[in-house]
Antibody
């Protein structure tokens, strides 16, 4: 069974940093693109970042470019999101999502971890 | 930044058929945008339904289908069931490494 379990969320002050983790199991982690998607309370999802199978290619949404960094450790089957210079508008549930094989897309979603940016 | 637009809300009767659409501010949506569709119910993570315009995941019910229609991506629900009441989101690959979600369609089954 494919499982994606996010952790590392919590309350952080504006301007602060946080690192999210996503532990993957039930599939060959090193064979898939992985994405972060966030959803602010009462809003629709927003795609944040993606990373290819070996970590050599990344892309980020314009709203987080230069502040967030996506990375992975295939030996540990774990995805990371380093978030710096956090703003109130970054408050959201952050989901780890597996990429669809062979075409841009998303298939399995984690249950998410809540990040709250507030003083 | 590309804006992706969906109908804010639609209502359908049980057993009926409804089509949701997904438009891009930059022009016609083609297969090169690899449209994806997701269903989300309150308190749950989104669930993937369709990828690359019309491909279904193994868990996607047969009554859901994806297509291109009039320059937009489309999701058609046939033989609608009460449990299909949910928010539906599309996702487009807009190039330049950017993926963009639509604002969502709230589907009411009434």
């Amino acid at each position: 069974e494919v499982q994606l379990v996010e952790s590392g969320g919590g309350l952080v002050q504006p301007g602060g940093s946080l690192r999210l983790s996503c532990a993957a199991s039930g599939f060959t982690f090193s064979g898939y693109w992985i994405h972060w998607v966030r959803q602010a309370p009462g809003k629709g999802p927003l795609w944040v970042s993606r990373l290819n199978e070996d970590g050599s290619y990344t892309s980020h949404a314009d709203s987080v470019k230069g502040r967030f960094t996506i990375s992975r450790d295939n030996a540990k089957n774990t995805l990371y999101l380093q978030m710096n210079s956090l703003r109130a508008e970054d408050t959201a549930v952050y989901y780890c999502v597996r990429g669809t094989v062979g075409a841009p897309g998303l298939d399995y979603w984690g249950q998410g971890t809540l990040v709250t940016v507030s003083s | 930044q590309t804006v992706v637009t969906q109908e804010p809300s639609l209502t359908v009767s049980p057993g009926g058929t409804v089509t949701l659409t997904c438009a891009s501010s930059t022009g016609a949506v083609t297969s090169d945008y690899y449209p994806n569709w997701f269903q989300q119910k309150p308190g749950q993570a989104p669930r993937a339904l369709i990828y690359s315009t019309s491909n279904k995941h193994s868990w996607t019910p047969a009554r859901f289908s994806g297509s291109l229609l009039g320059g937009k991506a489309a999701l058609t629900l046939s033989r609608v069931q009460p449990e299909d009441e949910a928010e539906y989101y599309c996702l487009l690959d807009c190039g330049g490494g950017q993926l963009v979600f639509g604002g969502g369609t709230k589907l009411t089954v009434l």
